[in-house]
Structure formats: structure tokens, C-alpha cells
């Protein structure tokens, strides 16, 4: 059996990180789902950049789709392109979401990163990816920001399912799933609304390491590579008290399921770590890894499957933490920081997918090709 998929036999989902439209008719997806067990696959604005932007995977698509209407506006091309590549996935993993009564099988489509700080906005563009994709295993990305909160809220009461992104603290992570939860209590059909809190992992260790290593003590240098896993696995604490407490066994016992932890950004940036560190120490019940490719690939050569990690070395997690705070590293501020410059980098990667894709729609338009 794959690596990969042992990590169900610890109740942990496997999603993947990526989508390409060659990956989805090609057959590598419907590979994964059978060989690896993958069950979701997530999308972002940079994921979207390039795979549309960077590839010719789309400009047979592009000139079908002038040829259609040759007056479409680039936001316009865009979006047909992105909707296609998110029913198609959908659909190759609607038997996974049949098969876990609605709870797993979901493909995630971003609101515009332009909205980070617009409730009314996020909603509004929430409801016309809901309504133009029409599948019931879409998950909508919408980030933890002050303004996606309320966001979140609304469109899980409304029954549309939610991914809840760029989470990077504790305080995030309480936010979302407060959110989750107010947003079910207003639902009529809370078994009909999923969602997961997607929190982000190795950003923390790129950005806590840094401060460690301006600190060079003995100390500081023996912590680095340890905040992000310590940082995850407390909001897993957290997770537990909130979900398997009895503040949600109301909501339990009307159908409502939790929400779960999501670690994304999983895979590792420094050289120097483990390949497979973020999801050999993450691994436990009712979570989901949303692996990008060379993770997928390098944890299926030689990841090891040791049980439910994500609930061990609680107390050195606290430890972790503390010893931050000690050396004066403020995570709170690190981890606002690193929210607000991932809502900027998917802002960015957004306008330049937009500006690509203007110039291969003038190509295809002038008869040049893509």
C-alpha cells in the first residue's frame, strides 16, 4: 500500500496542492485517487498562474472560447477557464464525497484575493462561484482575515462550504472556528455545510528562523525549525476542545460536522529539514494534509507513517512557545504579518495570471497564436 494512503488508516485526509488542466484529462488525478488515496485538491490564485499562465495546456481553450465571443474581457476568460478546471476536478472526485456522506472529496476555488478586506464583496463573489461551478463538493477559499470572518459566517449559513485560508495563529485558528460554528447555528441544514481551517505551517519556521538566527544565541539557534510544528499542534488542541467537548454536541446531534484542521503549506522550504517534516509530525484523526507535487512525491518514496504525531509532545509544544516569548520573538506579530503578505502574494500572483493571460487572449486574437 502507498504511504500515502496509510495516512487514512489515522482518520487524516490526503489533498493535493495543485491543479493543471492536463493533470485532470490526462488520468494523473483519477492515478492519485487510486494508488495514493487522495481525496481533495486545493487551488490558489499563484497554483492558477501557473498552470494557466505558465503552460499551453490552456490555449486551445482560450482560442475556443474567442472564437465563442471574441469581445470576453480578460476577468471574464479567466474565470471560464478556472470553473472548467473545478468541475472537472469535482466531478473525477464526487465518488470520494459520495463515499464519506459529503465529509471529504471537496476541490477548493479562491474568492478574488482583491476582496481580503471586503465582507460584502467576499460573500457576494462566494455566492457566484457557488452558483456558476454547481457542484456540491466545491469548498470556497475564503481567508481569515477581519473582514472573511463575518464572511465565513454568512455563506456557511447560507450552506455553501467554506475553506477557510491563510490561517497562521491560535487567534486565527479561534476566529475560524467560531465563524464555522455561529455560521451552523443559523443554518437549517447544518449537515449540508462542510468546511475545513486551512493553517498554514512552514511560513512559520521560514519567518521564526530568521529572528532566531539574528538572535544567534545557543538557545535561540537550538529552536529553530520547531515553531511551526509546536504552533500546529496546539491548534489541534484546540480543535479537540472546541469540537469533541460539549459545547458541539448540540450541533453534533443536529448533523453538523466538525471542522477540520487543514495543514497547507506543507512543504518544506529549508534544505536543511526533513523533505517530509510537515506531515510525518501532523499526522492524527479528523485532519487533512493538502500536499504540493514534490511533497506528495518525496513522502510516497520514504515518508514514515508513526501514528497519530499531531498529539504528541503537547507540553513541548507549550515549551516551544514559551521559550519564544522568552527570547522575545512576538509569534502573534509574526504570524499578522505573515497573513497580511500571503493576502498580498495571492493578490499579486492574481494580476499577473490577469496580465498573462491579457497577452495570450491578444495573441489568439490577432491570430498569433498563445
Known amino acids: ?12 485526509s490526503v489533498w493535493l496542492d495543485y491543479i493543471r488542466r492536463s493533470l485532470v484529462t490526462g488520468g494523473g488525478l483519477a492515478r492519485l485517487i487510486e494508488e495514493d488515496g487522495v481525496s481533495g485538491m486545493t487551488s490558489n490564485p499563484t497554483i492558477f498562474e501557473k498552470a494557466i499562465a505558465g503552460s499551453s495546456d490552456y490555449d486551445e481553450a482560450i482560442a475556443s472560447l474567442l472564437a465563442e465571443e471574441r469581445e470576453i474581457d480578460t476577468r471574464a476568460l479567466y474565470d471560464r477557464l478556472a470553473v472548467e478546471d473545478i468541475r472537472m476536478a469535482a466531478d473525477a472526485l464526487r465518488p470520494a464525497f459520495d463515499a464519506a456522506g459529503g465529509a471529504d472529496g471537496f476541490v477548493s476555488l479562491e474568492v478574488s484575493p482583491h476582496l481580503a478586506g471586503d465582507t460584502a ?124 467537548g460539549g459545547e458541539f454536541a448540540v450541533l453534533s446531534r443536529r448533523g453538523a460536522g466538525v471542522q477540520r484542521p487543514l495543514w497547507a503549506s506543507t512543504g518544506t522550504k529549508n534544505p536543511d529539514y526533513s523533505d517530509v517534516l510537515y506531515v510525518e509530525e501532523l499526522i492524527g484523526p479528523q485532519t487533512v494534509n493538502t500536499l504540493p507535487p514534490a511533497t506528495m512525491d518525496a513522502f510516497r518514496d520514504h515518508g514514515e507513517v508513526r501514528g497519530d504525531t499531531i498529539g504528541q509532545g503537547l507540553d513541548r509544544a507549550r515549551a516551544v512557545l514559551e521559550s519564544l516569548d522568552r527570547l522575545g520573538i512576538d509569534l502573534d506579530r509574526v504570524t499578522s504579518t505573515l497573513q497580511e503578505e500571503g493576502v498580498g502574494a495571492f493578490a499579486s500572483s492574481h494580476d499577473a495570471l490577469l496580465a498573462a493571460l491579457d497577452g495570450k487572449r491578444r495573441a489568439v486574437a490577432a491570430g498569433g497564436g498563445g
Open 121 to 244: 464583496g467576499t460573500v457576494a463573489d462566494a455566492r457566484r462561484l457557488w452558483a456558476v461551478v454547481a457542484r456540491p463538493n466545491l469548498m470556497i477559499k475564503v481567508p481569515a482575515t477581519p473582514a472573511g470572518i463575518p464572511a465565513i459566517e454568512a455563506l456557511i449559513r447560507d450552506g455553501i462550504n467554506v475553506n477557510v485560508t491563510l490561517i497562521f495563529s491560535l487567534s486565527h485558528y479561534e476566529d475560524a472556528a467560531r465563524a464555522y460554528i455561529r455560521g451552523v447555528e443559523r443554518c437549517e441544514r447544518p449537515a449540508g455545510a462542510a468546511s475545513v481551517a486551512s493553517f498554514f505551517v512552514s511560513r512559520v519556521d521560514t519567518s521564526v528562523d530568521r529572528l532566531l538566527d539574528e538572535i544567534g544565541t545557543e538557545e535561540a539557534l537550538a529552536l529553530r525549525g520547531a515553531a511551526a510544528v509546536a504552533n500546529a499542534r496546539l491548534a489541534y488542541a484546540r480543535f479537540e476542545e472546541i469540537f469533541r
Open 1 to 12: 500500500m502507498s504511504r500515502i494512503k496509510r495516512l487514512a488508516e489515522h482518520g487524516q
